[in-house]
């Protein structure tokens, strides 16, 4: 399934759960890892800015189960069961919108957001920044709009409309920022 644009969130493919230290404890499959309160498992955030130092945001697919039609940083996912983290954020990345860039890791954390009823994130998550202007092709059933936008108008944003934006990328966009990884990015 590696690079089928086409599909979107493979619900039947297993995750990888950890505990909170990111031991691997085990995999189940996507989908019953967001239901309930969900189930730790690891995951991963993109950032990619352009040669103008904007950020590459999406708003995601009105498919997605979780957090439809949100605003999101430039990718978000999940590794598979014997897949290695990085390269599950390349693939993604060609997966969802077409492109290919060095990543460089940057933090990883751990969070946990319901959306209402229908599930919950409980993620230990890497984050990924990289830098690229490469030609957009966005998969659809992922990405329902995508943009570039700079620091100041994404932080006013934010603050006028807060539930426009899901909850990790706000919680990863406050940290970048406030630990200076952008610097590192655009140097």
């Known amino acids: 399934m590696t690079g089928n644009r ?10 990888i ?3 909170t230290n990111d031991n691997i404890i085990g995999h189940e499959a996507k989908e019953r890892c967001h239901q309930g309160e969900g ?4 995951a991963f955030s993109i950032f990619i800015f352009n040669d103008k130092k904007q950020l590459l945001i999406q708003k995601r697919s009105n498919k ?4 439809p039609m949100y605003w999101s940083n430039t990718v978000c996912s999940h590794p598979f069961q014997g897949e290695k983290i990085e390269e599950a954020a390349e693939r993604r990345l060609k997966e969802e919108l077409g492109l290919k860039t060095r990543l460089k890791y940057v933090f990883k954390f751990q969070y946990k957001a319901r959306f209402g009823e229908i599930g919950v994130e409980h993620e230990f998550c890497y984050v990924f920044m990289g830098i690229g202007d490469g030609h957009i092709r966005p998969n659809k059933k992922e990405v329902a709009e995508w ?3 700079d620091s100041e108008t994404l932080n006013n944003d934010i603050a006028m409309q807060l539930n426009k934006y899901t909850p990790w990328f706000k919680l990863e966009w406050e940290r970048i920022q406030k630990e200076g990884y952008i ?3 655009r140097s």
């Open 147 to 149: 943009e570039y936008i």
């Open 6 to 15: 086409d599909n979107t969130s493979f619900p039947e493919r297993s995750l």
């Open 183 to 185: 610097k590192i990015i």
């Open 64 to 67: 997605k189960t979780l957090w």
């Open 17 to 19: 759960l950890v505990d």
């Open 39 to 42: 189930l730790l498992h690891r």
